[in-house]
């Protein structure tokens, strides 16, 4: 097991590299798992005539965890658990995919209190999403205190989850049916908190970066894609707005009440890293709108469904009702079974397209779960990206695809 | 009948004995596609009926049952805003479908991905090798006869008997 | 070897230059940067302002092998990074030593399955174990001051 397998001889990579990295005019460089740059276990095998970038072999795979298989051996309560774990800037969103699946599936409803909320963390997620890849993005390209900045607002964010989970990042809390428990008493005073002083920090950001002659000329024309290209790619999410294409799958295939929500989708026009980087900050905005709204008209009633079959019942009940102890014991020994069939779940979480393929069997374990990942696609289109570019902005290209490797090796 | 039944009506009507059936299940289709005729079935929805983005590509193993792959492929229209399935049931014995890479270029990783996973071939893949497992591992770890790598969990019950057999590293 | 040799046993000035020794190895030990997935995370959360692990001397996360002490792995250990991680640890010079953050790295955590190592302990030698999946900012820094206190009770021989 300790010997090396991750040496790939040139032998076997000569259908990739050119005629001249075998003969030594340019140079192969392995820019390796271990890498303060490449956010995460990537593995880059680089073809380099001096500093320019002729070819990016991109091998992934450090960090497979096999979760796709482990899911098929857990019911469906049990698996969500790996779900958080998965793209771990993006946890509630891999949460609430996985339950749109599942809902789709056993046809179960979730009332509009839960979908508000579950709107409510989906949107602080992609703000603490994005704030990490300000914060690493901008490390990368030298501005070491942004880095500082955007952690203290994470903060913040990380401790509203807190509040209603117990858990900072791997918070299971969105569940088949709505949401594990109410929201407790100081959620909405907290988050009220964060959107007042949060757009002032935004504009902190902007002040240190937007305008500034060196970021702009480490970002303007460097891993352009153009629109037409992009959707061959199969590029989604701020990658694909970056190029002009405004599509938004909280816009055109809405879930858990997105419809109800006014809020805008911001596009570039070049398809370059700095398009893209306007494109995160001002979704930053955006996503704080929605936040306001849906606080706004947070509707009352219950946080999870009624349907006993699918979602276990409160304790109170258990000493009142027989076929509540019924229910109870059902679905916490053995757990709730799922129809023969196929289902597609799609929402965008803040790298693009998360879809969650979900295959039941009448069984109470999933036969087939499979996630479509952002990270993976977009990895996908780094040797075009960075074709002809110098490493160092190879550096700034990463950053700004916004891969997560938990996300392209599941 | 909805917008998208109609486009795989229309899928239909242009290849066809190429699609075996139309389903529908819980609001969203799927087609089912003769192995040989996928790359046309691309080619058609991709240039002719605008379905420009192949959002997903994946398998699903149905072993010990024959076909026993079926490719499941998922596109998606921007114009129409419309999410049409496609799959596509290969032997395990012929085993090789034919690679979209020249219709839809991102499904390079994703075929790439399944042949690591389970095994499947793609003919006419550019560059076909594993994606997400060591180089040199042996076996496809998603088929359904592939065992989990379960490991024995350490109680306080077997805690001593489990520790001594365990390969601690050396410094 | 070395100092204890030519010392000989010489008492109290060997017990006053180990901790001396060892209260310098403590005050700037310089982690490698090895983050492998979410514990990482909440690794870069300790290192900013909120939970700040420069009061540590560890401000700097060294990306170079050759340049730390401390190798933090956070995150799980797939089977096909396990070489990677040997290696890396291979080539960090003595004194070294290994805090395993978080449950995957520890035990396997809540994966069981033909990918992960089921505990990094199985790679390396590991000093400190951190519970937590992930563990809070604080875990990683009672992990750090735990080893600090292991450290202050070494003794010369150890790493001479």
New interface residues.
Partial sequence: MLQPSMEVTVDELKHLVSAQALSGETMLLNMGPQHPSTHGVLRLLLELDGEVVLQCIPDIGFLHTGIEKNMEAKNYLQALVMTDRMDYLNNLGNNLVYCLAIEKLVDLDVPPRAQAIRVILAELQRISSHLVWLATHALDLAAMSTFLYCFREREQILDIFEMCSGQRMMTSYIRPGGIWRDLPAGFEEAVRQFTRTFPKRIAEYESLLTRNPLFIDRTRKIGVIGAEDALRWGLTGPMLRGSGVGLDFRKSQPYSGYELYDFDIPTGTHGDTYDRYLVRMEELRQSLRIIEQALDRLPGGPFISDNRKFVPPPRRELGQSMEAVIHHFKLWTEGFSAPKGSVYAITESPRGELGCYLEGDGGPKPYRVHFRTPSLAALQTLPTLSRGHYVADLVAIIGSIDIVLGDADR | MTKVEGIAGALQAKLADGVRSVTT????T?AQIELGLIVRACQVMREELGF?????L?C??YWPEEPRFSV?Y?LYS?QH?E?L?LRVAVDSRLGEVPSVVSV???A???ER?VFD?FGVRFSGHP?L?????????EGH??RKD??????E??FSFNFDEIDRR?????? | MGVEQKLGNLGVVTTTLEKAVNWSRTGAMWPMLFGLACCAIEMMSAQSADYDLSRFGMELMRPSPRQSDLMIVAGRVSRKMAPVLRRLYDQMPDPKWVIAMGDCCSCGGVFNNYAIVPGVDEIVPVDVYIAGCPPRPEGLIHGILTLHEKVRGETLKDWA
């Avoid at chain 2, 299940?25 to 969203?28: K, L, V």
């Avoid at chain 2, 420009?52 to 997903?56: D, F, K, Q, S, T």
């Avoid at chain 2, 365990?166 to 410094?171: C, E, L, T």
């Fill in positions: 299940f819980r609001g969203q799927t420009e983005l192949l959002a997903a994946t699903v193993d499941v998922q921007v805003n999410l399935g839809y270029p991102n390079n990783w994703h991905e996973m560059d090798r594993r994606l997400i497992m060591p180089h040199d591992w770890p998603l592939h065992p989990l790598g379960y490991e969990v350490q365990k390969p601690y590293a050396k410094g």
